[in-house]
């Protein structure tokens, strides 16, 4: 009897232990981290409101809905859908990497709300589901997070700022990444047309679309309702701030003839890398080293003046996959692409990007371009995962950060794209924006 008195007293003292050191951890946490909370304000003020990235060590970001990597990362309030984050970490080290999300207007600029009004749970959560990478040439520390979960759950709809950070660094935000919460209050009804200006009618696309609040009515829409509207999901390019027109009964109607226009663009380029053991379509050669496998992409050409064809494409996106190995978000090794796009002459005052899901659908200074005179040829070797990725080229004026595809990409009406529309909505003396409806228009035939 005395023998089983002192194993419960054990097993007892180990579980408070457990839970001093929980407690412990959420001390040290706010210490490390509550005095950041201004900083880390300050640096959306300032204009880290974007899917960005700070360290040189982190890549292949992603965040999507569950079981579903090519989406918009876009979860109804109140549901059981979470979002899945993912990243990996080079220096292939064990690092104490922090979360929280900050609640946005529909500028996304951070709103007045408390972080108590719009989550439940603490304001900050360590991440603690990490792997290291197995049997690969360059090894990673594999880091996955959902949202909601147990300890951190969104409680109001709208715009969010993921933040990640690491409290040892001088300057702690690592990445951000934006989602949206919302309610699906008001449907959607939308189509794609070509625009009445003639200029664009062979190269842009116009979107239409009517709003019904037949289940949720609102007393003054023209002035408390706003939509954005984002092609294929991409915050780039984005059109937001859209009053409606009209109000029609229960139906609030957005058809503006001509001004919400979009470049159509055309099918991404694929680059499959799920393998390194044979070569893939497109795929020039593959070379082992003993630090790494470079795969030569064959050489592109600009596409600007064809005619459309259909190209089944993820609408820029990628996913991570492995032919040879299971589990692929730790079997999968950083292989590094080399792509060249023909080009007789280097551009006078542009210059020239690879971009898609991986450098977050913007110009970014790893995936800039250099030009071989001998060759005629722009060139760019990457790291990357293994996976299936769509790219295309952009290029930018000097010393900006504007970009387009027209110069090697070219736009075309056919081109099949996604478009996404969120309504914000804010009724008179409410402090943030809700967002009430989320919808798809497209011109896919799949």
Known sequence: MERQT????????????????????????????????????????????????????????????????LSFPAIPLDSDRQLVFRFDDLEADVKRYFYTIVHCDADWKPSSLEKSEYIDGFDMEEIFDYEFSRGTIVPYTHYSLRIPNRNFRPIVSGNYLLQIFDPELEEPLVLTRRFVVYEPLLSIAGEIVRPINLAQSRTHQEINFIVSQKNYL??????????????????????????????????ISFDYRGRLVFPGGRGFRPMDLRTTRFRAERIHSIEHYHDGVEIVMRTDDNRSRRSYSTIHDFNGRFVIDNRDYSDPHITSDYVFPFLTLRSSLPLYDHEVFVVGGFSDMDIRDRYRMNFDDDEGLYYLEIKMKQGYYDYAYATSPVGTDAFDLDEFEGNLFETVNDYYILLYYRPFGSRHDRVIGLGMVTNSKR
């Open 6 to 69: 002192l194993a419960f007293l054990s097993q007892r003292f180990k579980m408070d232990i457990k839970k001093m050191n929980a407690i412990r951890r959420k001390i040290v946490a706010c210490i490390l981290l509550c005095g950041m909370t201004f900083s880390l304000y300050g640096q959306i003020e300032m204009g880290h409101n974007k899917d960005e990235v700070f360290k040189d060590y982190i890549k292949t970001v992603q965040l999507y809905p569950s079981n579903d990597p």
């Open 218 to 251: 609102l007393s003054n829409p023209r002035d408390e309702l706003r939509a954005c509207i984002l092609q294929n999901g991409w915050w780039e390019g984005a059109q937001c701030q859209i009053s409606p027109r009209y109000v029609s009964g229960d139906n």
